[in-house]
């Protein structure tokens, strides 16, 4: 592939530490007037760049990408600004400082366990007290909580000599389990790890891949699954990716004490999919129930996925220069072929109930499901079924139901998937679907209210992308 420099340049901010250490700013610039949501903001130059498409002003827009925080009508000059504004709710995230302030008068032991590790065996090697450690796990609150160690668990201990001070383990993102000691022994108590929540914005061109676009712009996989989870319906991840896509999102970034931990959601995103946009937006309505909407407050979800594959398994690798091939044969029969790793698995396209399961000549090893509205969709060529996908059985979306194969009439690995609506064969990739119920009329109102605001923000992210690139 000759491509030059990828036009997805690194366009938001540099790629993050997985280990969470902190990010190297070349340049620190302070933000002041007018941005009162904005600390601190973080300034790169970035290099102008040379566009495949620059007739598509979109797609122009990765040439020359910038950051910028709610409310900035600064849009001209060539910086990238790395924008960390608290999240849009107006929840105040205090910092917590780390659990043990250095220097101690203790010595501490930073532990990692390891397969076949037990807080036994970690004791001796360390010459710790094995009196207190029996001390400590008689306790009701930490022996559950330390008994149950798993390869990677990460243990703090603070000792004296080899007598236990004080141990520290981490439980989840949210908590973790104390044990320090006191007049009458030792106490154990569970407390909370608060996380702060930093919004972020993102955009990314697709110049061959999806996950490829993704690593450009330094975005997590966990994060561009997520995107293409949101877009399941509507897009074909698999077919109809195309070259100069491109989405824009505004999502959360869960940090503690100071440190980056993991992507969280995606408060809105846009994908630009082949002359096609689609957007989509989070709500919480006050039932407790979160999910992705239009704008008009419809659901993005639908009754059947468009790509009954795990994606993620293919167009890891994939080049949409050579799909034509792939597409070539879909006038061939009456159904889509996805070519695949064999063993790729192979998802319920929408909910139903498996009413064929073996072999049926070319097909070979097949899987037919019924569902609702009289549909029924095939999937042909399994190297397996799924153990789950048995005769009369209730299958969900996205449940596993086979893997990928060539058994049948098969030259190489693919699945073959069919959708016939009343007993007759629709385009699977065209057909219109059937819709998930919209947002719930009791919360249209609110829902309409959050999500203006969200929406201007990802409406002016993208105007200082576009008015970037066509400087
Ligand atoms: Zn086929």
């Known amino acids: 592939m000759n491509r030059t420099v990828s036009p997805l340049l690194h366009d938001y901010k540099p790629a993050k530490d997985p280990k969470g250490k902190s990010i190297r700013p070349i340049q620190w610039f302070a933000v002041g007037l007018g941005l009162p949501l904005l600390g601190v903001a973080l300034v790169l130059s970035v290099k102008s760049t040379p566009v495949d498409h620059p007739s598509k002003s979109v797609a122009a827009a990765g040439a020359n990408a910038e950051l910028r925080p709610i409310g900035s009508q600064i849009a001209s000059e060539p910086v990238l600004i790395l924008a960390d504004d608290h999240d849009a709710g107006g929840a105040v995230h205090e910092f917590h400082p780390p659990l043990f302030p250095s220097p101690s008068e203790f010595d501490s032991i930073h532990l990692t366990v390891r397969s076949g590790d037990t807080l036994d065996r970690l004791f001796r090697k360390n010459q710790l007290d094995l009196g207190h450690l029996a001390m400590i796990t008689r306790l009701p609150e930490a022996g559950a909580r330390l008994r149950m160690l798993r390869p990677g668990d990460e243990l703090e201990i603070e000792h004296d000599n080899g007598k236990l001070v004080r141990l520290y383990r981490k439980l989840d993102l949210t908590s ?3 044990v320090s000691r006191n007049d009458d022994g030792f106490k154990a108590e569970v407390i909370d790890r608060p996380i702060e929540i930093h919004r972020r914005r993102a955009y990314g061109r697709i110049d061959s891949s999806l996950f490829e676009s993704a690593n450009s712009a330094g975005l997590s996989d966990k994060l561009i699954m997520n995107l293409a989870g949101i877009f399941a319906w509507d897009v074909d991840f698999v077919l109809d990716i195309r070259t100069g896509d491109d989405y824009f999102i505004l999502y959360e970034e869960i940090y503690q004490d100071g440190k980056y931990v993991t992507d969280g959601e995606i408060v809105a995103a846009e994908f630009n999919n082949n002359g096609r946009t689609f957007q989509a937006i989070r709500f919480a309505d006050k039932g407790g129930r979160s999910d992705y909407y239009t ?7 639908k009754a059947f996925v468009r790509a009954p594959v795990d994606f993620s398994r293919i167009s890891s690798s994939f080049n949409p220069r050579r799909r034509h091939p792939v597409l070539n044969t879909i006038r061939a029969h009456k159904g889509v072929d996805y070519a695949a790793p064999s063993g790729t698995p192979i998802k319920a396209a929408g909910d139903g109930k498996v009413v064929f399961r073996g072999v049926s000549g070319g097909y070979g090893n097949a899987v037919i499901l019924q569902h609702g509205g009289n549909i029924t969709t095939l999937y042909a060529h ?3 079924f799924s153990a789950t996908a048995k005769i009369g059985q209730r299958i ?8 990928v194969g060539s058994t049948g009439l098969a030259t190489a690995a693919h699945l073959h998937y069919e959708y016939r609506l009343n007993g007759v064969h629709r385009n699977p990739r065209t057909v219109e679907l059937p819709q998930a119920d919209p947002i719930n009329e009791a919360y249209k109102e609110d829902f309409l209210a959050a999500v203006q605001p969200i929406l201007d923000d990802l409406l002016q992210y993208k105007r200082t992308q576009i008015a970037t690139a066509s400087l």
């Open 176 to 178: 973790a389990l104390v």
């Open 295 to 301: 704008p008009d407050g419809r659901s993005v979800r």
């Open 382 to 384: 399994m190297s397996k």
């Open 396 to 403: 969900k979306q996205g449940q596993i139901i086979g893997y």
